[in-house]
């Protein structure tokens, strides 16, 4: 979505340690040492808070990597301004300086800060990340769900509508069941939005294809919990297309990437963005699979779109990674 960030529910999972804040904090901290995130054993630093609330599992370390990667990443852009760039170059996201003595000697630089009260607002940056972390497992609950497992999306195709008064996106996932009977699918979905205002309440959501709207609960400022009812029973081996349309009030409710940050399998994905005539975007970029945080940097990217002789973008992506962003980024025309 444009400002809409699709993500897949990542299915149920069962809290079996229990998680503690200073203990978080301080994986955290022993998780910058050395290269940080571009650690060869990098699996192997990772602590069981950690793991417990960013489920990772311990077979599989390219997909840990990415899945820190993406998730320190969307800690940090919860963080404000300067503690972001701190905790950033800390974990070695955005940098390859092989030391966190290294990385932070080059925030202290770019900051105009000693070495001290860096290495003090880390620590600060390091406990607000642990409390975002803690508050994002109680949020989105510790036990299992039956209807969150049974299906894998194989595609996700999108399309957003931005020369509507309203803008409109309209997401349609090919789904694969694995479940031996499958009637009722969960999702949420997260529109990072600028700033709350008036204009909240005017959100709809409806069902587009393939079943029926059962529950809407929101869960923050950005993200809704949704329960769809499929429109037919389906069993393990089917395909089926679930397709659903969200409306928001403005263009001013949004903010400009319309991208996928997969947390659950899914293979493929595509999206295209009306921009209008004459467009509303000054310039549009493509993304192919970048760390979330790098969508709060707005820099385009060497891959643009000529938005004045072609007024749609598209973008396809045959192979997505879990926690990486793909899709299209852009700066406002006003």
């Known amino acids: 979505m444009s400002g809409f960030c ?18 978080l904090r301080g994986e955290l901290d022993r998780l910058h040492q050395g290269r ?27 997909e840990a990597r990415r899945v820190l990667v993406a998730e320190l990443g969307e ?20 940098s390859t300086a092989p030391t966190l ?19 003090r607002r880390l620590r600060q940056a390091d406990a607000q990340a642990a409390e975002y ?11 299992p769900s039956p209807i969150q497992e049974g299906w894998h999306a194989v595609g996700f195709e999108s399309t957003l509508w931005l020369d ?24 949420k979905i997260s529109i990072p939005r600028p700033g709350a205002s008036d204009e909240d309440h005017l959100l709809e959501v409806e069902a587009a294809e393939g079943c029926a709207l059962a529950q809407l609960e929101r869960l923050s400022t950005s993200s809704w919990r949704i329960v769809l009812e499929l429109d037919r029973e389906l069993h393990a081996g089917q395909r089926h297309r679930l397709g659903l349309r969200v409306t928001v009030p403005s263009r001013s409710f949004i903010r400009p990437y319309s991208v996928l940050v997969p947390f659950r399998q899914c293979r493929t994905f595509s999206t295209a963005v009306h921009f209008g005539e004459p467009p509303v975007a000054h310039r ?30 598209v973008a396809s992506f045959s192979s997505v990674f879990t926690g990486l962003a793909y899709g299209i980024q852009w700066e406002w025309a006003s």
């Open 133 to 143: 972390f803690l508050h994002k497992a109680r949020t989105f609950g510790r036990d």
């Open 6 to 23: 699709p993500v897949p529910s990542p299915g149920g999972f069962r809290m079996s340690v229990v998680l503690d804040l200073d203990e």
């Open 75 to 94: 800690a940090a852009r919860a963080l404000s301004a300067e503690y972001r760039y701190v905790f950033v170059m800390a974990a070695a996201i955005t």
């Open 164 to 187: 509507r008064p309203r803008p409109q996106f309209l997401g349609v996932r090919d789904m694969l069941v694995t479940a031996e009977r499958l009637t009722t699918v969960e999702e």
């Open 284 to 313: 549009a970029w493509r993304l192919a699979g970048v760390p979330p945080v790098v969508l709060e940097d707005g820099t385009p990217t060497d891959d643009p779109y000529d938005l004045d002789r072609e007024p749609v973008a």
């Open 36 to 62: 940080g995130l571009n650690r060869p054993d990098l699996l192997s630093h990772v602590g069981p808070q950690l793991k417990e609330v960013l489920r990772i599992a311990d077979n599989d370390p390219d």
């Open 101 to 119: 003595a290294e990385r932070m000697s080059i925030v202290s630089g770019k900051l105009d800060r000693d070495t001290r009260t860096v290495r």
